[in-house]
């Protein structure tokens, strides 16, 4: 079974700086896809960025980019120039390939403080 | 607004009543997927659409729970005779992938907020 670990209950950062906030799963799997996803205090869930297994390099959209680690699998979300916005609950999430079923992580709380 | 809706967006029920949740997926999203989330988890999987067709079902979504998409729509989920065990969030998530990219992006509805006393 695909196991997803978040390590770091809780994190904060400086507005304007950036952080690393850490995910590592576990999969017998060669091909399958990693998610980042936001959910901010009393609002819906989206999905920040995403990474393919078989793609090499990292992905990024704009501020946010991955550190992704096959060999080691490990999956990590680093936020550039950290905005109050950004405060939310950060879930990794890991989808084999054609599977439809999610397998999520318990979550870190980023707080950015002003 | 175009995005996934829910409703109710709170329920509070007593032990032993059913309840009845909606989701309207994002038109034209000929795939459905039902999470429920407890407090301070993340989302776990129950059960997935394909148009009407419920192609999977997680080990979580018990026979106390039923999950419906007639016409390939909107869905529901009923849970009958609710336990204090089932409160949590119900979240429900669309998607549409082109056949070149089978794992195409989750949109996720604000969620139903289920409290059983």
């Known amino acids: 079974a695909q196991t997803v670990t978040q390590s770091q209950p809780e994190m904060s950062v400086q507005e304007a700086e950036t952080v690393t906030l850490s995910c590592t799963y576990d999969?017998?799997?060669?091909?399958?896809?990693l998610f980042w996803y936001k959910q901010p205090p009393s609002r819906q869930m989206i999905l920040v960025i995403r990474?393919?297994?078989?793609?090499?390099q990292n992905a990024t959209e704009n501020r946010f980019s991955v550190n992704f680690q096959k060999a080691a699998k490990s999956f990590s979300l680093k936020i550039s120039d950290s905005q109050l916005g950004d405060t939310a609950m950060y879930f990794c999430?890991?989808?084999?390939?054609?599977?439809?079923?999610?397998?999520f992580g318990a979550g870190t709380r980023l707080t950015v403080k002003p | 607004d175009t995005g996934v809706s829910q409703d109710p967006r709170h329920k509070i029920t007593k032990r032993g009543q059913n309840v009845t949740f909606r989701c309207d997926p994002i038109?034209?999203?000929?795939?459905l997927y039902w999470y429920r989330q407890t407090l301070g988890q993340g989302p776990e999987f129950l059960t997935y659409?394909?148009?009407?067709?419920?192609?999977?079902k997680s080990r979580l979504l018990s026979d106390r729970f039923s999950a419906e998409r007639p016409k390939g729509s909107f869905s529901t989920l009923e849970i009958q005779r609710t336990e204090q065990g089932d409160s949590a969030m119900y979240l429900c998530?669309?998607?549409?992938?082109?056949?070149?990219?089978?794992?195409?992006?989750?949109?996720f509805g604000p969620g139903t907020r289920l409290l059983v006393l």
């Open positions: 999430a890991f989808m084999k390939h054609e599977a439809n079923d999610m397998r």
């Open positions: 998530a669309s998607s549409f992938p082109p056949a070149s990219h089978p794992q195409e992006t989750q949109y």
């Open positions: 999969t017998s799997e060669s091909n399958y896809y």
């Open positions: 659409f394909q148009n009407e067709a419920q192609l999977e």
């Open positions: 990474q393919e297994a078989y793609k090499q």
């Open positions: 038109s034209e999203h000929n795939r």
